[in-house]
């Protein structure tokens, strides 16, 4: 059952420059998409989201982008800090909250 | 700032032993959610709960587990009779509306030997 795809599993940058976290989708009936992080020993936590009306979404240094056609969504962070080292984790949900998330990607900021 | 709460942090149980994993959620919140992570593997889905029954679940969420409200506050999930390939972390989460933000717990680890 793999919705949500999260094809890297890991991703290291440096820190200051930007980090791309990519996820693909297979369920044309997902019209909501959010991005979780999670510290280990800890649950996921929201970060951002996107409704499938938008094709970007900004909150700081976080910018999500859909592009619907492609059943693609990703992650920019920039510029990147030491502190955004975590595992993310792409989610997608259509209107009944059954959310699916994807496999993760560990986020390495090196400083 | 209001947070989901989860009990044990882990629990260690010998297989075909039950287990009762609980969570307090988010006051006001209305939809309540477990979902699990076995070790290195993705996030899924297991349940979905609202007005006091279950809205959705997944297909590992088959007989041997069950979830219950059973004072309104609590919400517990309840694996009757554990395997070794139950072994994961086990997250709650719960939010306020269909908005789909949900707020997750600290999780706990279940240990199945």
């Known amino acids: 059952d793999q919705q949500v795809k999260q094809n890297s599993p890991s991703l290291s940058v440096q820190e200051g420059r930007i980090s791309i976290l990519n996820c693909d989708y297979t369920?044309?009936?997902?019209?909501?998409f959010l991005w979780y992080k999670k510290y280990p020993a800890e649950g996921p936590t929201f970060l951002i989201s996107?409704?499938?009306?938008?094709d970007k979404n900004e909150d700081g240094r976080f910018t999500v982008f859909l592009n619907k056609s492609a059943k693609h969504l990703s992650l920019h962070i920039v510029p990147s800090q030491p502190g955004d080292s975590a595992v993310y984790f792409c989610a997608a949900s259509p209107a009944n909250n059954d959310m699916r998330f994807g496999a993760g990607t560990r986020l390495t900021v090196k400083p | 700032e209001p947070e989901v709460t989860q009990t044990p942090s882990h629990q260690v149980t010998q297989m075909g032993q039950e287990v009762i994993l609980r969570c307090v959620p988010i006051?006001?919140?209305?939809?309540f959610y477990w979902y699990r992570q076995i070790l290195g593997q993705k996030v899924e889905f297991l349940v979905s709960?609202?007005?006091?029954?279950?809205?959705?679940k997944s297909e590992i969420f088959d007989d041997q587990f069950s979830v219950e409200r059973p004072d309104g506050s609590n919400f517990t999930l309840k694996i009757r009779s554990t395997k070794l390939e139950d072994s994961a972390m086990y997250f709650c989460a719960s939010s306020l509306s269909g908005a789909n933000v949900l707020t997750f717990g600290a999780g706990s680890r279940l240990t199945v030997l």
């Open positions: 006051s006001n919140h209305l939809y």
């Open positions: 709960f609202y007005n006091n029954e279950i809205s959705e």
């Open positions: 369920n044309s009936m997902f019209d909501y």
């Open positions: 996107i409704s499938s009306i938008k």
